[in-house]
């Protein structure tokens, strides 16, 4: 059974970064998609970004190109969501949840880490 753990969320400021990490367990990540998921207090779950079991493809939700990138290394079983120009809006819970054969199919879900973007 894949599991998936969420670290690096945390408090900044506005217009700080924080790089937020997706580590697998139980089974290898490299057949699997990943994508990035928010939810804020008080509104439905978003989907923020996603990326191919390759890399090759990626994907981004309008309010977060040019300041947020997703990547991910196989051979550490983490995909990263690297989020620059952080704005309050940005505050939720971040989860990364993991399918196959792809970002249309994500069924393996983390519990999800806080970040809050706050002077």
């Known amino acids: 059974q894949l599991q998936l753990v969420e670290s690096g969320g945390g408090l900044v400021q506005p217009g700080g970064s924080l790089r937020l990490s997706c580590a697998a367990s139980?089974?290898?990540?490299?057949?699997?998609?990943v994508g990035w998921f928010r939810q804020a207090p008080g509104k439905e779950r978003e989907g923020v970004s996603c990326?191919?079991?390759?890399?090759?493809?990626?994907s981004y939700k309008d309010s977060v190109k040019g300041r947020f990138t997703i990547s991910r290394d196989n051979a550490k079983n983490t995909v990263y969501l690297q989020m620059n120009s952080l704005k309050p809006e940005d505050t939720a819970v971040y989860y990364c949840?993991?399918?196959?054969?792809?970002?249309?199919?994500?069924?393996?879900w983390g519990k999800g880490t806080l970040v809050t973007v706050s002077s």
């Open positions: 990326i191919s079991s390759s890399g090759g493809y990626t």
């Open positions: 139980g089974r290898t990540l490299d057949h699997y998609a």
């Open positions: 949840a993991a399918g196959i054969p792809g970002c249309h199919l994500l069924n393996y």
